[in-house]
């Protein structure tokens, strides 16, 4: 558990509580610890149509709260979601990007709005149950990586600011999810064995391409293979990213090899898609180009003056690190170029940089290296 940790008997600290089992475990280890726990129940989107589980969460909420016999306090932030993640998330698939929400969720509601509501509730601290950990060095605070690796989420949680995360708490950051389950199955939490949450919540089990037409228009247009020739048609082109495979539409094509087609680049001004057969060579760049880099703590004052760093940096959530080179161009702008090219790399997604264990910060791509 965090260090800090122990400086919280009696303190009130606000647990954000989802009804899943890290969560839970969360407000066990605090008020294991002598805390003053209350639980704080977001619902971020309206669940008009059934396929968010809002309702579901809430009771799984409330069955854990009265099990370790805390309060809960429920609150609504559908339309700052609505503001401040979801209108910038339809926005990046308008322009053809491939956008991540979680990781604008983490900064501007899990620790923008959600972090101004505990403190009006009178906490102290709040905490999450995030698998990640924060260590104070040089009047900064840093975001290292947790010791389960295989969970660790700090690639989400980059963007954050790192003056939100003063009076935070991750008590789950030295402690594997096997760990996880087993504390809560020994102390008769119910919910030891629920399934982790994955994808996009407000989605659901829904088909993406069914979802997104409810809010951007479809706009088909041609598909084309790399030398130009045209080769079928595609939906539109907010339905697909960089390395997609299935639902290309595309059939046996004559004089093709018999291996599957990918998607290698959009050309969005022509509403065109570009394909390759196979493992093309072209589904691999070296670098990206980030125009608005964040830096988390200090990390910008020791490398920018740098100008020119190794270190190690990741494209996508369960990536290994992969070792790169970062050219600091200006204050917020960075080049960052991979030792070994990179398999199907978006722009919309983010890049996360690493020294060692230290989370240095990340930004979404906006151009690519060849």
Not at 48 to 73: F, M, R, T, W
Request: charged share 25%; with cysteine.
């Amino acid at each position: 558990m965090d260090t800090s940790v122990d400086k919280i008997i009696n303190k009130k600290v606000i647990v954000g509580l989802s009804g899943g089992v890290d969560s839970a475990v969360t407000a066990l280890l605090l008020k294991q610890k002598g805390a003053d726990v209350q639980a704080l129940h977001m619902t971020n989107w309206n669940d008009d149509d059934g396929y968010c589980n809002a309702a579901e969460d809430l009771q799984e909420a409330k069955k854990v709260c009265k099990n370790l016999s805390i309060p809960l306090h429920h609150v609504n932030f559908a339309k700052e979601y609505m503001d401040l993640v979801f209108e910038d998330f339809i926005h990046e698939y308008k322009i053809g990007r491939t956008p991540n929400p979680d990781i604008i969720c983490n900064r501007e509601i899990k620790f923008g709005v959600f972090k101004n509501y505990a403190s009006r509730l009178g906490g102290d601290f709040i905490a999450t149950g995030h698998y990640a950990k924060l260590r104070k060095s040089n009047k900064t605070i840093e975001l290292v990586k947790a010791k389960d690796t295989n969970k660790d989420q700090t690639y989400f949680l980059h963007a954050v600011d790192s003056k939100a995360f003063k009076n935070t708490l991750f008590p789950l950051g030295d402690l594997t999810k096997d760990e996880v389950r087993e504390i809560a199955k020994m102390n008769g939490l119910m919910n030891f064995n629920k399934k982790d949450s994955t994808g996009i919540c407000f989605i659901g089990e829904r088909p993406f391409q069914d979802f997104l037409k409810n809010y951007l228009p479809a706009n088909p247009g041609l598909t084309f293979d790399k030398n130009g020739n045209l080769i079928g048609q595609h939906d539109g082109l907010m339905y697909y990213t960089i390395g997609q495979r299935r639902g290309l539409n595309i059939g046996g094509q004559k004089n093709g090899t018999g291996e599957p087609f990918f998607v290698i680049d959009k050309d969005v001004k022509n509403n065109n898609l570009i394909v390759a057969q196979g493992d093309d060579s072209d589904l691999y760049k070296q670098g990206v180009i980030i125009k608005n880099f964040s830096w988390l703590g200090n990390a910008s004052n020791i490398f920018q003056r740098k100008k020119k760093f190794m270190c190690h940096g990741k494209i996508r959530y369960r990536q290994s690190d992969q070792a790169c080179e970062v050219d600091v161009c200006d204050e917020n702008e960075v080049k960052i170029r991979f030792e070994e090219k990179q398999r199907a790399i978006a722009t919309g997604q983010a890049t996360v940089l690493y020294l060692n264990d230290r989370c240095l910060g990340g930004g979404f791509v906006d151009e690519i290296i060849a």
